[in-house]
């Protein structure tokens, strides 16, 4: 079990440069970019498809989750939806459920 | 033919050895003023002042980085910025070693264009997703990775011929 200030730390406002910028292909930003867990999760509903295939794929959100939310959890997570190689609105619903689902399991700890 | 650039006039001769210095800089002042029957002594002063003019910027060797050995890639990144951050972006876009040209263009929308060298395409995106998109003002951007080139050269000065020389 995380200990409080390590919840309260995946949960905190990143500066500007540690964000997840979302991009739909190599060098091409969509404009959408989160800079906590919680943006995040709403992010995954609005940007394009593309732009989630393209980084699930490429590891880069469990990287971001890893390295930068520092939540090896979630990274492990996201690291198995990826092994079921889910593509289109099922990855949206799947990355979606498991990001919410975390998100409320941190929040609860620091409660 | 006269040529005004904020204050500087340039004449005839001037714009001729502009254009034989654009075509080979290693020339000589001999070479050049035989080349132009003008005396060597006089290509020499002309040059010292747009020298000191800054008309003439400096001399710079143009390497073919392919055939020098060197593995990279060229992208034209097509930036979407704020208007009132646009110029603050340019600028700091400028400061990257990564980024070779940077100019700013208003069509529907205002947008910075830069072409960017990077040794590979993850090198190219961990660069653009790390150093440019979270510049404040950055609204989107739209990459373009150069496949194959067909001409590369600079603007050269053309003098145009009076319609007398044409007889």
Redesign the interface.
């Known amino acids: 079990m995380k200990s409080f200030s390590s919840s309260s730390r995946i949960l905190r406002k990143l500066p500007r440069k540690n964000a997840f910028y979302f991009f739909t292909s190599i060098g091409n930003y969509t404009g959408i970019n989160s800079a906590s867990l919680e943006e995040f999760i709403e992010k995954i509903k609005e940007v394009n498809i593309k732009s989630l295939e393209f980084h699930l794929y490429r590891g880069d959100f469990e990287e971001w989750a890893d390295k930068t939310l520092e939540d090896k959890g979630l990274a492990e997570k996201i690291r198995s939806l990826r092994t079921l190689k889910p593509v289109g609105n099922a990855l949206r619903d799947q990355l979606y459920f498991i990001v919410s689902k975390r998100f409320e399991e941190v929040e609860r700890q620091t409660l | 033919m006269k040529m005004k650039n904020r204050g500087n006039v340039l004449d005839d001769l001037d714009l001729r050895i502009l254009q034989v210095l654009q075509e080979n800089a290693k020339q000589t002042y001999i070479e050049t003023g035989r080349h132009l029957q003008v005396a060597h002594s006089t290509v020499h002063d002309r040059i010292k002042k747009m020298e000191e003019q800054g008309i003439i910027e400096k001399y710079a060797a143009i390497v073919n980085l392919e055939k020098a050995g060197a593995k990279y890639i060229t992208?034209i990144?097509t930036v979407?910025t704020d208007p009132k951050e646009s110029e603050s972006v340019a600028e700091r876009l400028s400061k990257f070693e990564e980024i070779i040209e940077v100019f700013t263009s208003l069509s529907e929308e205002l947008l910075i264009i830069a072409k960017v060298v990077a040794e590979d395409?993850e090198r190219?995106?961990s660069f653009?997703?790390?150093s440019?998109?979270?510049l404040?003002g950055?609204?989107?951007?739209?990459?373009s990775?150069i496949t194959k080139k067909y001409k590369d050269e600079m603007f050269i000065f053309k003098r145009k011929s009076s319609p007398n020389e044409s007889l």
């Open positions: 992208a990144m979407f395409q190219l995106h653009i997703a790390h440019v998109a979270p404040p950055v609204l989107r951007i739209r990459t990775i």
